[in-house]
Nanobody
Framework: QLQLVESGGGLVQPGGSLRLSCGASGSTVRSYTIGWFRQAPGKEREGVSCISSSGTTNFAGSVEGRFTVTRDDVENTVYLQMNSLSPEDTAVYYC????????????????????WGQGTQVTVSS
């Protein structure tokens, strides 16, 4: 069974960058659509980005142009590169997986995903 583990979170100043990792075990990550989500205190979990098995990527409007998502099939890991971070990006970030690509809209929707990691905290503050 697929298991996901996020890493790479931490404290960063506004305008800085972080790269999050979503490491997979139990199966090959390239066979799945991988989504990135985040949840700030008191808010709903929201979709940030996703990458399909064929490499199609989608981004939420709030992060487009600042975040990129890539996959390393050798490392069996998906990365979320986050640039130009602001305090509004502060949240726990989660990766999730499912076995097919549901289209650009549903790719950023939480109910679509079956497998979830435990999350990694990102704090943007001076």
């Amino acid at each position: 069974q697929l298991q996901l583990v996020e890493s790479g979170g931490g404290l960063v100043q506004p305008g800085g960058s972080l790269r999050l990792s979503c490491g997979a075990s139990g199966s090959t990550v390239r066979s799945y659509t991988i989504g990135w989500f985040r949840q700030a205190p008191g808010k709903e979990r929201e979709g940030v980005s996703c990458i399909s098995s064929s490499g199609t990527t989608n981004f939420a409007g709030s992060v487009e142009g600042r975040f990129t998502v890539t996959r390393d099939d050798v490392e069996n890991t998906v990365y979320l590169q986050m640039n130009s971070l602001s305090p509004e990006d502060t949240a726990v970030y989660y990766c999730a997986a499912n076995s097919y690509y549901p289209g650009a809209y549903n790719c950023l929707q939480r109910p679509f995903y079956d497998y979830w990691g435990q999350g990694t905290q990102v704090t943007v503050s001076s």
